[in-house]
């Protein structure tokens, strides 16, 4: 269940925008599960990459498509805002392009290859624009929790015996 927000469009515009450039993370949805994906906000819209090697994956993201946008609270971690955004794949090298892996290219952590990360991107990604459509800006209600997806990554491994005597320990000394 979603609720228009009251108030003229520009309210709208001006809460999606403010509260997508803050979030480090949006909540994309494109015919499947909501997918978080990492973004940065230039001229209106959220600019994404991925699909290529290394690079987050984005399915149901289609040039000319339609999809949902939920944006988190960065300091809670809570729901802001929804806005449904239409989908536009910028062509490898041209202006708009170039624009925004400039852009891009700032905010991508922990890249294997940062001075040859652009034409990686040009070769094997695809860069999106996500932007708003006119006067479309919900508030999502209830929890809308979902169970994760499935995934090979794991950062799971069991505790080395020791850990437990050396958390203990530093208890004991704060205390």
Known sequence: MTETLPGSPLLGKALVEEATKKSGLIWVRAGGPARALWHVWLDGAALVVGDGDGEQPLPGL????TAEVTVRSKDKGGRLVAWTASVTELAPRTEAWETAVAELK???????DFDGMTDRWARE??????????????????????????TPATTR???PAAVPRLLFKRAKKKG
């Open 62 to 65: 289609t040039d000319g498509s």
């Open 125 to 150: 990604s695809r860069v999106l624009r996500l932007e708003p459509r006119d006067a479309i800006t919900e508030m999502p209600h209830g929890s809308q929790a979902a169970a994760p997806l499935p």
């Open 157 to 159: 491994q069991p505790a």
């Open 106 to 112: 700032g905010k991508r952590l922990n890249a294997p």
